[in-house]
């Protein structure tokens, strides 16, 4: 550019950066129904002679210097918009380009009631080690519903070997017996099983130890039973509604402890710190709980016991003044589950159940053998329990209720027996520590974090919306109900650790109910041998 003035004309060079870079982004699809993936497809123009970087934030991350591509978001559960940025080298000039994919609540359409029940101490290899191999071959319809590897499983029981108390080799086998003496899931015991290295892996090997230095045995000093199985021939109902409807191989108990801990995960996702609470606190826990979110929007629930119980642990949570969190008595939410049988039988039962439902099945009772309703290894003969749990969910298929409903059935942690997966990394539900001193005032010698989920259990989801033959892999520990539950009511998370959960919708397909009929199920034998002194067989 040149300029004359008084001074005479001077003369000045400027360069203009004319450039042709350039981006698009677009997804498919851009609407969602419920939570789940998009495919995002990017394209980008360059000048000549520059190279180019490309990011997509949200969880995407970097793709490097290709101009053209798609990926696949992570899970969403909102609706999230993209932002792409380009950058060329080496002039630095950007550009961006933005999509937006909506995600839905078709959970809310369609499901008006989800009902969860917690039995007690079984690991996922304990009961769903051989699932892979009656899925591929189901026995009870003569179909395949997929591969054997399917489902991360016990295959072959040569693949894993530990050692038992007296050092001999112990693979998983399958237990003769329905009648076991118990073993110890408590968090001493829990975090010897595991067996965690100084290098963060673990070792998975110290089952029987625990066993047989926690709980010992008459007939199995060397704590073989820990690690041993069950399969189809002793639970087929249970086999055969894990492949009808969906499961996972990748669920988790929340904590490396016992039934109360993980039970106080199961309603507030957390435990406070508590560690040992066999003798509860004198007044009671005063942690959030899940039944307080739905009081406090207006969302019915109801907690069902079952004879021959007559208190429910939701009441070692401390409420002045509400006789729904009593300790001695029982407010107006909780009932017989003999009411709920009935009222899922009845033609108003869509309308007349709770939107949420948790069901605390019976403590052994009187017989021979004693029958364990909640399937505690150590309690009697378990067959029964998954006998009573068949008649709960057979009304509940049979209800008309059923089209608007999720049943969850899982277990409350895995009792102490072998698992093979490790526990997975998982944020704390708060800052409090573990407590170290248990109720009696004993100080426990093992310090650990409450950074992982515990180990795996089973897991069936039971609804019209799920995905038939459905096997999930992703980390879930079950706090996961909790976040399924503030999803569907739009409800905040209590701790770190539900918000930190899958919500669980990627086990359903919204679009349609593929089990609108419920298929056929087997009847469950309840006449397996009772004898524990033949669990070290």
């Known amino acids: 550019a040149t300029a004359t003035g008084l001074g005479g004309t001077g003369t000045q060079t400027a360069t203009l950066n004319v450039s042709n870079l350039a981006a698009t982004l677009s997804a498919s699809p851009t609407s969602l129904p419920s939570s789940g993936t998009s495919t995002l497809s990017y394209n980008i123009t360059t000048d000549p002679g520059q190279t180019v970087a490309v990011s997509i934030d949200n969880g995407v991350g970097n793709l490097g210097g290709n101009a053209t591509g798609t990926v696949t978001t992570p899970t969403l559960n909102n609706t999230t918009t993209f932002t792409l940025t380009a950058t060329e080298s080496p002039s630095g000039i950007s550009t961006t380009a933005q999509v937006t994919v909506t995600v839905g609540n078709m959970l809310a359409s369609s499901v008006k009631h989800i009902i969860f029940l917690l039995q007690e101490n079984h690991s996922f290899d304990n009961y769903f080690g051989k699932l892979g191999i009656y899925r591929a071959n189901d026995p009870f319809t003569g179909q395949s519903y997929g591969q054997v590897s399917d489902v991360d499983g016990i295959p072959n029981d040569s693949a ?14 399958h237990l003769k017996t329905l009648c076991v003496d118990n073993t110890s899931p408590s968090w001493d015991e829990s975090h010897v099983d595991v067996d965690k290295q100084s290098n963060g892996s673990y070792k998975m090997d110290g089952f029987a130890n625990g066993t047989a230095s926690s709980m010992g045995a008459k007939y199995d000093p060397a704590g073989r039973r820990s690690m041993g199985y069950y399969d189809w021939t002793d639970f087929p109902y249970y086999y055969e509604l894990a492949t009808q409807y969906a499961t996972s191989d990748r669920w988790f108990a929340p904590a490396l402890a016992n039934t109360p801990i993980n039970r106080m995960y199961s309603f507030a996702a957390t435990s406070y710190g508590t560690t040992y609470p066999e003798v509860p606190t004198p007044n009671g826990f005063a942690q959030p709980v899940i039944f307080d979110s739905l009081s406090q929007n207006n969302i019915s629930w109801s907690y069902y016991t079952q004879p021959p119980k007559n208190n429910a642990f939701l009441g070692s949570y401390n409420r ?39 069901i605390d099945t019976a403590q052994p009772i009187t017989g021979n053998p004693p029958p364990a309703l909640d399937e505690h290894p150590g309690d009697g ?35 102490g027996l072998y698992d093979h997966v490790p526990p997975q990394p998982m944020p704390p539900p708060d800052n409090q520590p573990p407590s170290l001193q248990s109720p009696d005032g004993k100080t426990q010698v093992i310090n650990a974090p409450f950074d992982t989920t515990g180990m795996r259990v089973p897991v069936i989801v039971i609804s019209p919306w799920v995905k038939p033959h459905y096997v999930s892999h992703v980390v879930r520990d079950y706090t996961a109900i909790l976040k399924l539950i503030e999803k569907r009511f739009n409800l905040s998370s209590l701790t770190a650790r539900d918000a930190a959960q899958d919500d669980m919708t990627e086990m359903f397909d919204f679009s349609h109910p593929s089990v609108l009929v419920p298929p056929k199920m087997p009847t469950q034998p309840t006449n397996g041998t009772c004898n524990a002194s033949i669990e070290a067989q």
Do not use: W
């Open 160 to 173: 894993f070997t530990i050692k038992d108390h007296s050092g001999k080799p112990l693979n998983p086998h």
């Open 320 to 358: 002045p003044n509400n006789p729904n969190f009593s300790k001695d008595g029982l407010g107006s939410h909780y009932q017989d589950i003999s009411n709920l049988l009935r009222d899922l039988a009845d033609p108003q039962a869509d309308s007349k159940l709770a939107s949420v439902i948790f």
């Open 381 to 415: 003969q378990m067959q029964f329990g998954a006998a009573n749990t068949a008649n709960i969910i057979n009304t509940f298929l049979a209800s008309p209720a059923y089209a608007s409903s999720v049943f969850i059935l899982t277990y409350d942690e895995p009792g």
